[in-house]
């Protein structure tokens, strides 16, 4: 887990082990320092997890499993959490990238961050992230082939048409982007090719 930066599903998961007594060593103590910094999110998961815990242990008698269980499940459990904390692996021919497990780049201008998800070498694509500070704008450039944008959060003016955050667009082969810029700033994913010109 991320201490400075986590979603609410890893804050759910690691709460949900800690309140079981599921985390041991590094892990747990690792956890208890992070609590200790007031994350509200995870205190008030672990507050939840913790009162559901106790609920279970009055309705059923508690039955010590046999160690072999034991050491499957956990083994099963440090598995799984090594992947979550891995910023990108594939399972069972799915690729899986946690943004939030990777650090942000420069990009084709002063002040953008890019973090790269996709490569695809054979098609000559790039999937990434692209994040603009307020009052930011894109390096113009010429697209060799299909872009595609989708507006996670901010605002983003596109050839004269103001984005928000849902909205998505598209820009055929040849055309080109100008005066690509935000006001407040914005976050967005862009696929496009690698191929594309810059014209400035």
């Not at 041991?24 to 208890?32: H, L, S, V």
């Not at 598209?170 to 100008?178: I, M, T």
């Amino acid at each position: 887990m991320t201490i400075s930066q986590h979603s609410l599903d890893e804050a759910r998961e690691r709460a949900a082990l800690y309140a079981l007594g599921a985390l041991r060593g590094d892990e747990a103590r690792e956890f208890e320092a992070h609590l200790a910094t007031r994350c509200d999110v995870c205190t008030e998961e672990v507050r939840t997890f913790s009162a559901v815990a106790a609920d279970l242990d009055q309705l059923v008698q508690p039955q010590a499993p046999q160690p072999s269980v034991r050491a499957r499940v956990l083994e099963r459990v440090a598995n799984e959490s090594v992947l979550v904390r891995q910023p990108a692996y594939e399972k069972d021919g799915v690729n899986f990238v946690r943004p939030t497990h990777l650090a942000w780049e420069a990009g084709n201008a002063p002040g953008i961050e890019i973090k790269t998800l996709s490569v695809d070498a054979q098609r000559g694509y790039v999937t990434q992230l692209v994040r603009m500070p307020a009052g930011s704008s894109l390096r113009p450039h010429r697209h060799a082939d299909v872009e595609e944008s989708y507006l996670i959060e901010g605002d983003l003016l596109v050839s004269g048409v103001l984005m928000h955050a849902g909205d998505y667009c598209r820009a055929e082969p040849n055309s080109v982007h100008s005066g690509v810029t935000t006001q407040g700033g914005c976050v967005f994913i862009a696929v496009y090719s690698s191929r594309d010109e810059l014209l400035a």
